[in-house]
Every structure is written in structure tokens, then in C-alpha cells.
């Protein structure tokens, strides 16, 4: 097993014909992603070296059986996508798209909610199931398959995590990047849920950084919830309050979401915090390996 | 993106929230000339992007002239810390005000919350003072309603909650109408923070914002034309000027080991770990996903017009990035540019191998290439040198 995506997944990619969408989405496709159709209004009928092309995503659902769905449009044209694809009749929506304005996100999330379709992201790398499917643009070569599941606010560390992972001869059952804004379709709580559910998982490592206190609500979770081991890591200790460092929902306002505060509520849980990627990496083997 | 307490009133102005009327001015001669026109007494204001200006020295009341360009002098050029430690702020502005007459002091805001994934609105009869404080020594001044988001918000329910904060019972009304407003504030400006504190009842039964503090999403700055230009004059430090034309995400630090970083969650996690070392960052870069050769070239230039820099540290794992274009960049940059102080590389993840052959086919003076990011950070700090 894995979370979120696998050898089910029927991948429909909304902005398949531009760039960067082909770009990953075919790349998706290379990996062993079931890649059933593209989605670029007023592009019906097209294909993308053979995957086909549809107006919108209902149609993709209907005629492919698309059931979850990648969202690769600019920014400003995103929310309305992301809104198309949970009325689509899709399962899941995975939004890679970064810069969404927060108050359209706020009602895109509600809708979603209500639809009881999972949205990943938006300002995410997606997801991997190592050995099973990729949707996004994490680079798979640097994960295999195995029993930690990650879930994580940042991509690039979450590669570093997971290549030492590799290099130390332990592999994952998913990556999931939920990304960096403000407000998230599903946050460390809802991927913590799927892991403890997971058959395969036996250890989670979390990725969290600055801002908000998703990372103070995850340890409430954990501690009621999670029978699993969980290892963290926390980036931003030296970042100055009122300054947004790369992620939008990476700020200290005033004395809350600062790194330490995330960092004392986690290990008040009992959750192990490793001060380095490398340190945290090596923190996840050996408590898998006992 | 943070608006200063004049633009927040200008805001609240347009969207029918009753807030005194002033003057701007960066001169004590202006100030004056201000006050003058408004009349005594008077509020000369510091315009900085912090709370605690009144506490720091920086609100004060003119009675006349004489006081008038006394305050301004003494404001104007001013360097003001937020309580936890923000900035300092230097004060280039100041905002001139009629004095106000003050029967009773309260609070109100509407926030992002996060975690709820709504809009909350908060009011107290307790304002005028750090509500945080408030919150914590007396939890049930301050009351909390959450707000849907996706339908308006109107008088009607804002109406309770001003009554169970427990404000003046004749003007509750007034009071919820502008509760009401600043959440179609938050609506229509794309504003992720509105608080007014004080918000005041005058002698003459008004209800009136006397601050103005408000952050707007930097992601809907293209659907507000006039806040995106406020936004763009904001800067005022140079290399995050510089950083902003060039495309690149930048935070100026004030240590002395310069990074670049691809991604924002690695970006800030290099940071702690040369932290960690005993080092001291100047700054955040994050050169992004799938950089190429003259983005790495732009991101030397910016941090090495900062001058206390004295090493750089280029912690890259290369996902989407290519670490040969990646090394290329470093090569052309060492071309174009005079580089003087020494470059600790570590590259890691794609095309790695060729990079690195890259790097050690150029040969460059002062280059040092480190296996690991925790090799990489003390090597830095080693060559950086304390920070003085």
C-alpha cells in the first residue's frame, strides 16, 4: 500500500499543453503514472504525445476515467481550476501551481471539504509512491520504496531527506508535499491520519518550518491519535519575526510559529526532532531499525 | 505586504470607515506646515511597519508649533524595535493628524486563521494596549467569533459579538457596522490582517479608527493596482531592491556568511545548520526550482553588493535544478564579476557529477567544494571569520 496515489490512479493534468505541464506530466507518465488525459479549455481533440486532450475535466473523468487530477495552471487562473476539478467527480486534486491569492484558497478549501474530495497543496511538489506512481515534480530518483512515509511543507528538503534515507538503505511508502501557503488542502494532520492507516508505513518522518501552528496541532494529533513513530524536522530557527522567508506562509507574526515553539510542542508529544535534515534522517533509521 | 498606518487609514477611508484625516510628511518642515493646517493639538505619528510605536517614543501630541517641529525632529530619523525584536525601523515619515477626543478605547480585528481555515474576528472593550497581553491576563476581554468565508459578513452578525465584548451599549451599532466593514475589507483588498487598536468612541459618541494595521496577500497584489504600487516604493534596502528586480527571493540578514539555496525550506534549514556552526547568515536567497546559469550569476551580484559579507555558502540539491547548470552559473559569475571573498560549494541530487567535474575543470582561485551540507556550514564559517 502507499497513500494518496498508486497503481490506481488515473491521472487527468489540468494545463497538460503548456510548458511546464507537459514537462512534469509527462515525466509522470515516464515513471509509470497512469497518465489517462490533459485539460486545456479550447484544446479538445488535441493530444499530447498521445495522451488526449479534453475542454474540461468532467469530460476526462467521463470518457477516461480520470480520478484524481493535477492542477499545473498560472496562479491567477488556478483557483477556478482547482474549483472545475472537485466538481469534476474526481477523487483527489493535487495543485502544484504556487502564488494562489490566500482568500481565494479559503473558499476553494471549503468547497473541497464539502465535496469530500482531498486537495494536496497548492505550492506543493505532490506526490510520490516509490515504485507505484508520481504526481508532480518530485525527482523519484532519489527515493526507493519501503516503510517510512513522509509528509512534508518543503520540497527540495524533503529530496535531502529522503536521499539520505536511500543512502542509508531505508526507502518510503509515500512523499507527500503539502506545501508552504498559508492555507493547505490537507495539512500534517490529514497525511498523519492516511500513514497511521497504512499498512506498509512503519515510521513517519514530518517536515515542517515556520508560521502557523499546523505543526502544534500535528503533535496534539500524534499524541492521540498516532500509535506510529513519528521523527521531525523544523527549518527556520534563525529566521528574523516579520520577515517571509520563500513560502508565503513561512512569516513569524508576532511570537507565534516560531521553529522553537514548534520544535517544544512536538517533543513535549514525545516526537524526536532532529536539528539537521541529516541528523533527522539518521534519528528515522535507527528508530525503525530499533 | 504590510501597510503603513496612513495607507491602512486611506484604505478604510474608501471603504467608509470613519478614521481622522491627516497629512503625510518625510521633513520637519513639512510636518510643521501640516500641523499647522490641521490645527492644535495634534498627533504626529511614526510611520513604521511595527506595533509599539507609542511605547518606543514615536506618537506624540503637539499642543502648538513649538511642540510640533519638537516631536517631528525628534521622530523623524528614529529607530523603533517591535517587541519581539523586530527590525529596528528607521522612521523616513511621519503622519499628521487632528487630536482626537477620547471617551473610550477599544479593539478590533479580522485575521486569517490559519488553522481554521476561516476569517476571525476579534473585539475587546480593553484597547489601546498590547492585546496579546490582554489575551493572556484577561482571555474573556477579548472575544473571538469565526467568520465564513465564503458569503459576506454582515452588521446583523457582527452585532453579538460587539455586545459580548462588552462595548458602550449606544454604540454598538456603530461599532458593528464597522466590524462588518473591515471584513469586506479583508473581501475586497485581499487583506490577510485588519487590526485597529485603538478603536475609539469620541466625546461626540463616534466611533472612529485611530490605527490602522494591515497586511495584504502578495499573491492578489495583481487584482490591486494601487497597493501593488505601494508595495514596489516600500523597499528600502538595497539589496532587496535589487533582489526584487532580478526576480530572486531575498531576505537581507545582519551576519556576515552569505547563502544561496534552492528552495525555501532548504534555504532557511541552511541558515540553522551555519547557525549551528557558530555562524552568522546575511541573508536568505532562495534561487528556486530549475535555476539556470544567469539566475546564479544575479543572486552573486546581490549578495556580494551586501559588503559585510566576507564568505559564501551554496547548499544546492538539485531536484528540477541541474547542479551542472548550477556550477555553470558559478563559473560565469566568477568571469563577470569581481569576486573577492571565498565560495564553499556543496552540490548534491541531479547531474551532481557533472558539476562538480565542471567546477574542478575551471579551477577557480578561493573555491572550496564540501561533500555534505554540515561540511559545508563549518567550512563557511571557518573562512567567513567572525562577523564584525
Known sequence: MSIVIDKETKLVVSGLTGREGSFHGLRNKAYGTHLAAGVTPGKGGQDVEGVPVFDSIREAVEREGANTSMIFVPARFAAPAIDEAIESGVETVIAITEGIPVLDMLKTYWKAKEAGVRLIGPNCPGVLSPGKANVGIIPAQFFDPGKIGVVSKSGTLTYQIGNELKQAGEGNSSIVGIGGDPIVGSDFIDILELYEADPETELIVMVGEIGGDAEERAAEFIAGEVTKPVVAYIAGFTAPPGKQMGHAGAIISGSSGTAQAKKEALEARGVRVGESPTETARIAVEVLRG | ?388
Open chain 2, 1 to 388: 505586504m504590510d501597510l503603513l498606518e496612513y495607507q491602512g487609514k486611506q484604505l478604510f477611508a474608501a471603504h467608509g470607515i470613519a478614521a481622522p484625516s491627516g497629512e503625510v510628511a518625510s521633513s520637519v518642515e513639512d510636518a510643521v506646515a501640516a500641523a499647522e493646517r490641521i490645527g492644535y493639538p495634534c498627533a504626529i505619528k511614526a510611520q513604521v511597519l511595527i506595533g509599539g510605536r507609542g511605547k518606543a517614543g514615536g506618537i506624540k501630541i503637539a499642543a502648538d508649533r513649538a511642540e510640533a517641529e519638537q516631536h517631528a525632529g525628534a521622530i523623524l530619523g528614529m529607530d523603533i524595535r517591535g517587541p519581539h525584536g523586530e527590525g529596528p525601523f528607521r522612521v523616513e515619515q511621519v503622519w499628521v493628524e487632528g487630536g482626537s477626543d477620547i471617551a473610550a478605547e477599544y479593539y478590533a480585528s479580522v485575521i486569517l486563521d490559519r488553522g481554521e481555515k476561516k476569517l476571525l474576528a476579534l473585539v475587546s472593550a480593553k484597547g489601546g494596549m498590547d492585546i496579546e497581553a490582554v489575551a493572556e491576563e484577561d482571555p474573556d476581554a477579548l472575544v473571538k467569533e469565526h467568520i465564513d468565508p465564503t458569503r459576506p459578513f454582515t452588521a446583523a452578525e457582527a452585532r453579538p459579538i460587539v455586545e459580548a465584548a462588552g462595548l458602550a451599549e449606544d454604540v454598538r451599532d456603530e461599532a458593528a457596522e464597522v466590524l462588518a466593514k473591515l471584513a469586506e475589507v479583508a473581501a475586497s483588498e485581499d487583506a490577510t490582517l485588519i487590526e485597529v487598536n485603538p478603536l475609539i468612541v469620541t466625546a461626540e459618541r463616534q466611533v472612529v479608527a485611530l490605527d490602522a494595521k494591515v497586511t495584504i496577500d502578495g499573491n492578489a497584489l495583481y487584482r490591486h493596482e494601487g497597493l501593488a504600487e505601494l508595495d514596489a516604493e516600500s523597499i528600502d534596502d538595497p539589496q532587496e531592491a535589487m533582489a526584487r528586480e532580478k526576480g530572486l527571493t531575498y531576505v537581507k540578514l545582519d551576519g556576515n556568511v552569505g547563502i544561496l539555496a534552492n528552495g525555501a525550506g532548504l534555504c532557511m534549514s541552511t541558515l540553522d545548520v551555519v547557525a549551528q556552526a557558530g555562524g552568522d547568515p546575511a541573508n536568505f536567497l532562495d534561487a528556486g526550482g530549475g535555476s539556470k546559469a544567469e539566475a546564479i550569476v544575479d543572486a552573486l551580484t546581490v549578495i556580494t553588493s551586501d559588503e559585510k559579507v566576507t564568505a559564501i555558502l551554496f547548499n544546492i540539491f538539485g531536484g528540477i535544478t541541474r547542479c551542472d547548470e548550477i556550477a555553470k552559473g558559478i563559473v560565469e559569475a566568477s568571469a563577470q564579476l569581481d569576486l573577492e571573498v571565498p565560495l564553499v560549494v556543496r552540490l548534491d541530487g541531479t547531474n551532481s557529477e557533472q558539476g562538480l567535474e565542471i567546477l574542478a575543470a575551471a579551477s577557480l582561485p578561493d573555491l572550496h567544494q564540501e561533500k555534505t551540507m554540515l561540511g559545508a556550514a563549518r567550512k563557511v564559517v571557518e573562512l567567513a571569520g567572525a562577523d564584525g
